[in-house]
């Protein structure tokens, strides 16, 4: 079955970076997109960008920008989340989740799924 | 950038019928998908497209859109439908995708 599995929660100083991984199985890695989404605690989903398919490409939310870089290896079918410059407020749940799409009658729609367990990323000094 | 709008908390009360709405601009040119929370879980789809459902979600569930709203609706809700409910899009002007702020569904 589809599955993404993600590494285990970080604890990180203020300052630090964290890399956080996401394997793939069970589909075509080289077929989709994946997205990175994040939520602090007792917040909503935020999402941060994604990587396309070959990983030569990213697009990142304007909030992250500078800080957050994504990356693959399509050796290992694993995706990778680094951020860089950490403070208290990123302190929150890290998710990739994998890019579907479609497009009927002219209209696209697009869905995640399915997402990782998620990682617990924590800013504290 | 776009914007999409919840209502942060709605209730049921059991076996009946509620639906929980996101409204956007960005709506009125791509679909929503929406994905279901409960506490410590990952994000679940529930709904996806014009009205599509993955395999092993309810038939309860349902979706629709009108203009600048997209709409979840369940029919008969569960205890077991307690959940925070999030919709998503694209935003319409980057390529760049959006959640609203989740609402909070009680089921009395």
């Known amino acids: 079955q589809v599955q993404l599995v993600q590494s285990g929660a970080e604890v990180k100083k203020p300052g630090a970076s964290v890399k956080v991984s996401c394997k793939s199985s069970g589909y075509s890695f080289t077929s989709h997109y994946m997205h990175w989404v994040r939520q602090a605690p007792g917040q909503g989903l935020e999402w941060m960008g994604l990587i396309n398919p070959s990983g030569g490409t990213t697009t990142y939310a304007q909030k992250m920008q500078g800080r957050v870089t994504m990356t693959r290896d399509m050796s290992t079918s694993t995706d990778y989340l680094e951020l860089s410059s950490l403070r208290s407020e990123d302190t929150a749940v890290y998710y990739c989740a994998r890019d579907n799409s479609f497009t009927i009658n002219g209209v696209s729609g697009w869905w995640f799924d399915p997402w990782g367990q998620g990682t617990l990323v924590t800013v504290s000094s | 950038s776009s914007e999409l709008t919840q209502d942060p908390t709605v209730s049921v009360a059991l076996g009946q019928t509620v639906r929980i709405t996101c409204q956007g601009d960005?709506?009125?040119?791509?679909?929503a998908s929406w994905y279901q929370q409960k506490p410590g879980q990952a994000p679940l789809l529930v709904i996806y497209?014009?009205?599509n459902r993955p395999s092993g979600i309810p038939d309860r569930f349902s979706g629709s859109s009108s203009g600048n709203t997209a709409s979840l609706t369940i029919t008969g809700a569960q205890a077991e439908d307690e959940a925070d409910y999030y919709c998503n899009s694209r935003d319409s002007s980057v390529y760049h995708w959006v959640f609203g702020g989740g609402t909070k569904l009680t089921v009395l």
């Open positions: 497209g014009k009205n």
């Open positions: 960005s709506l009125r040119s791509f679909y």
